[in-house]
């Protein structure tokens, strides 16, 4: 053993099936909540419901959903997360060169985020199922867009077997808004605010989320990585801690801070 080195310690490890979650949220201050949803699977809204709940026994007066990185997923996922948000009014419609097939989905009252003021993060990452909430809600007027321009995810495909293991891969319609604007294939979506990061800063931002998730790592030292303890947080203008910047360490997730300046200044307009 080195000097100075640690003296040997006993780690009980207990294997366990890992299941990543598709939506996590925390209550970013005392009135805005974020809810980040990082893929549209099929138990999504399970957990998108139990997140709702939790914000409102919170009492969170908005909210941040943050779609960035999310490549999408099930359509119908993204049609029941859309309606949490927006009351009425066509939430997407699927399009192709047959009429008689197309598909028009529609809001219902009686979500519990109906009255929530709200901004949706997205970037080059979000896509398709994404792409298609997002549309919603920056349509119907019920959420800003802050961040980059999407992926462009907007045709539907159906996969014809051909036999001998092999396929054909056939567009046969396409995605389009409450807007009634096709949401086009490589063009994505414009955010209302664009606020640019570069890719070291975003490959920054996710280790350090990684990281925040393994808290009961140990270092050679046999402490604890808390880097909240050990690297002062930001301070906003009210003198609290700005979630934005203590959530992500020393990396400062300015798309996260910008979102959080526009809702603070819709709740202080009310």
Same mark, same amino acid.
């Given at each position: ?15 366990? @099936? ?37 914000? !409102? ?21 993204? @049609? ?13 419609? @699927? ?17 519990? !985020? ?5 901004? @949706? ?150």
């Amino acid at each position: 053993r080195h000097i100075g080195a640690p003296a040997d310690i006993t780690l009980t490890l207990t294997r366990a @099936v890992i299941k990543p979650a598709s939506v996590e949220w925390e209550m970013l201050d005392s009135a805005i909540a974020l809810i980040r949803v990082n893929s549209f699977t099929a138990k999504v809204m399970d957990e998108m419901n139990d997140a709702a709940k939790g914000l !409102l026994e919170k009492n969170a007066r908005a909210v941040i959903l943050d779609l960035r990185g999310n490549p999408g997923g099930l359509l119908d996922k993204a @049609v029941e997360m859309a309606d949490l948000f927006v009351a009425e009014g066509v939430i997407v419609s @699927v399009k192709g060169r047959n009429p008689a097939r197309n598909v028009v989905f529609r809001a219902r009252k009686g979500g519990p !985020l109906e009255q929530l003021p709200a901004v @949706v993060l997205v970037d080059e990452g979000s896509a398709s199922a994404s792409e298609i909430v997002a549309a919603a809600l920056r349509d119907h007027n019920r959420a800003m867009l802050v961040g980059t321009r999407t992926f462009g995810k907007g045709s539907v495909q159906n996969v014809i077997p051909l036999g001998d293991g092999e396929a054909l891969k056939l567009t046969t319609a396409k995605y389009y808004r409450p807007s009634d604007k096709p949401i086009e294939d490589r063009q994505g979506i414009l955010p209302d605010i664009n606020v640019p990061l570069s890719r070291e800063t975003l490959i920054a931002l996710r280790n350090q989320e990684r990281e925040d998730k393994l808290r009961g790592a140990w270092k050679l030292s046999g402490q604890l990585e808390e880097e909240e303890k050990s690297a002062p947080a930001e301070r906003a203008e009210d003198g609290k801690e700005d979630g934005a910047t203590e959530r992500r360490g020393r990396v400062a997730d300015y798309q996260l801070k910008a979102a959080l300046n526009v809702l603070r200044w819709q709740l202080a307009a009310k």
